[in-house]
């Protein structure tokens, strides 16, 4: 099955900082999905981006299916955008598999 | 968006009890329902498909007769975790999709943490 794998694992940044999420899979897509997973467990819907680049306020994302990457931009982070971001592509069965997830915090 | 209600949020039940948890899209009908279980600072893992009408399609690995799904109408299906033991408490997910190709994007529930003790 598709792998993909997300990076940094972990990431900490001061408030105002920007940051790019990276999310790589190992084969085509027809599907991939941004989340925000708040603490208290809630998935968000950032983005459905299979290929192109999209934004919506301070974030962006672009997505490389010929590459098998997508990239999440954060611009001037807020401590609300703290969380766990998953990236989840889906093939041609319509399943979604998720990401390793990125654990972001932003401090004041 | 649409949105995705499920119910509980939390529930507490001791080992050897069933548990059925309520997955609803509110503004939407779905075609397919999705049921996820994540367990700690771990990601998310699909545990079946869910379509209206016809019997659900579960990951290998998951024992479908301890995780019964019902997917009764376009806009509710139920997870029953029978005879519950420590080891299946974790945090279930359910996301609904309303189409395929462009229609495709999943939109998730809030999650129900159970914990058997």
């Known amino acids: 099955g598709i792998q993909v794998e997300q990076s940094p694992p972990d990431l900490i940044l001061q408030e105002g900082a920007n940051s790019t999420l990276r999310c790589n899979f190992s084969?085509?897509?027809?599907?991939l999905q941004w989340f925000h997973q708040n603490p208290w467990g809630q998935l968000i819907n950032l983005f459905y981006?299979?290929?192109g680049t999209k934004q919506n306020g301070r974030l962006s994302a672009t997505t490389v299916a010929t590459e098998r990457y997508s990239l999440l931009y954060i611009s001037s982070s807020q401590t609300t955008d703290s969380g766990v971001y998953f990236c989840?592509?889906?093939?041609?069965?319509?399943?979604?598999?998720f990401g390793t997830g990125t654990r972001l915090q932003v401090f004041p | 968006g649409a949105v995705v209600s499920q119910h509980p949020s939390r529930v507490i039940c001791k080992s050897g009890t069933s548990v059925k948890i309520e997955c609803r899209s509110l503004?939407?009908?779905?075609?397919?329902m999705f049921w996820y279980r994540q367990f700690p600072k771990q990601s998310l893992m699909l545990m079946a498909t869910?379509?209206?009408?016809?019997?659900?399609?579960?990951e290998q690995g998951v024992e479908k007769d301890k995780f019964l799904i019902n997917h009764a109408s376009l806009t509710l299906s139920t997870l029953t975790v029978t005879s519950a033991h420590p080891e299946d408490s974790s945090f279930y997910i359910c996301?609904?999709?309303f189409g395929r190709g462009l229609l495709n994007e999943q939109f998730f529930g809030p999650g129900t943490r159970l914990t058997v003790l």
């Open positions: 996301s609904a999709r």
């Open positions: 084969d085509s897509v027809n599907n």
């Open positions: 981006i299979p290929s």
């Open positions: 989840a592509v889906g093939d041609n069965t319509d399943k979604l598999i």
């Open positions: 503004d939407f009908q779905a075609t397919t």
């Open positions: 869910s379509n209206e009408g016809s019997k659900a399609t579960y």
